[in-house]
């Protein structure tokens, strides 16, 4: 077994982004027919894309819950880049529920939020540790955030249970070339000409251009962190994202994806109403564009980002707004290619397949 595993055979229902959001989790099994041991009445089988935590007011709670899925092989789930952070004790924005790091500095947009027992952190990391970037048959593919063939066949090569120790591996080639072309040096005088920190909304920093080659660094030299967190590419006018402002921008991987099984992502924050701001930074438009929000997109329109930004649902809140009005967790069931959201509405995806294609 390998970091790319079989997905199963017959009809599945393939779960977006949760963030945290556990209630929105259990609504929507329930919409869709599992009991919170995963076992459906006609036998269908559940997989996650990856991006349980952060965020969310309980993501021990949602990692509980799935694990137990996992572990009784009723589900299947592949690594998102938020997993990937827990694994390597990498602690980020909306993460203060597990780490103790953040959890002062994410009080004011988080909370309230559960955080994780001592006791189930073992237990928990083992779980997670054992999960591949991929999963495939015939005529699906599942992944976090992107499906390229070399990245791909890279980790096909890296065994199970090796993701954290085969990141590390990559993440210290790019550290190595790194301290080659002093980014490290660079970065603290751009630092030192920025007196505000990168996590500032309020301030608009001028492009950076070692913070940038810092990350597109990773970009290209870790494929596990192609799989997991997108293409990048660099991006001249900062905006901000996931909590910091950025350099780099995410490239729509998918215009370029030219081969026949359809493959489901999250990820992407996609918003579910067309007027909606973007809920997760400008370079929304970069990506979907004009693309209706439950079509499937790319070259052959055979690519579907199934994450309706639920991880946005504590900016509602602190907004004073419904939280499930806009943000939804959403499953694709599969071949039926129908979208069920956690209020229990369903709708067909849209404009699958490309018969023009040549």
């Known amino acids: 077994m390998s970091l790319v595993q079989p997905l199963p055979s017959g009809a599945l229902d393939i779960v ?16 869709l027919g599992y009991d919170h041991e995963g076992q459906h009445p006609e036998g269908r089988h559940l997989v996650f ?25 009723n589900a299947h789930a592949v690594l998102g880049n938020h997993e990937i952070n827990l694994l390597r004790e990498d ?12 959890a002062e500095a994410d009080q004011p947009k988080y909370a309230p939020f559960a955080r994780m027992p001592e006791a189930e952190i073992p237990d928990m990391l083992q779980t997670l540790n054992r999960l591949p970037v991929a999963l495939e048959r015939e005529d699906l593919r ?29 993440e210290q080639i790019a550290a190595e070339r790194a ?27 001028p492009f950076l251009p070692a913070h940038s080659e810092r990350e597109l660094a990773k970009a290209m030299v870790n494929p596990l962190k192609v799989l997991t967190t997108g293409v990048e ?6 905006f901000y994202a996931g909590g910091k402002w950025r350099f780099v921008e995410r490239v729509a991987w998918w215009n370029e994806y030219t081969e026949a099984p359809a493959v489901i992502v999250g990820h992407y924050w996609r918003r579910l109403r067309p007027s909606d701001a973007p809920a997760h930074g400008s370079q929304f438009e970069n990506l979907f564009g004009s693309t209706p929000p439950l079509s499937w997109h790319g070259q052959r329109n055979n690519v579907f980002c199934v994450d309706f930004s639920v991880g946005a649902r504590w900016l509602n809140r602190l907004r004073g707004e419904d939280p499930s009005e806009r943000s939804k967790l959403a499953a694709m069931r599969w071949p039926e290619r129908v979208l069920v959201f956690d209020d229990g509405t369903q709708a067909m995806s849209e404009r699958f397949g490309d018969d023009s294609y040549g």
């Open 179 to 205: 301290i080659i072309n002093r980014v490290a040096q660079r970065m603290r005088e751009e630092d030192r000409n920025w007196p505000h920190s990168l996590e500032d909304l309020r301030y608009e920093p």
């Open 91 to 102: 602690a980020k924005d909306g993460s203060g529920w597990f780490f103790d790091s953040r």
């Open 233 to 238: 590419r660099e991006c001249r006018r900062p």
């Open 16 to 31: 977006g982004d949760i963030h945290g959001e556990y209630d929105a989790l259990v609504q929507l099994l329930a919409h």
């Open 142 to 170: 599942v992944v976090h955030a992107a499906w390229l063939p070399i990245q791909i066949a890279m980790a096909r090569e890296l065994p199970a249970g090796s993701a954290r120790r085969s990141y590390d591996h990559f």
């Open 49 to 73: 894309v990856g991006d349980f935590c952060d965020r969310g007011p309980d993501s021990p709670s949602v990692l509980g819950l799935v694990g137990r899925m996992l572990a009784s092989g």
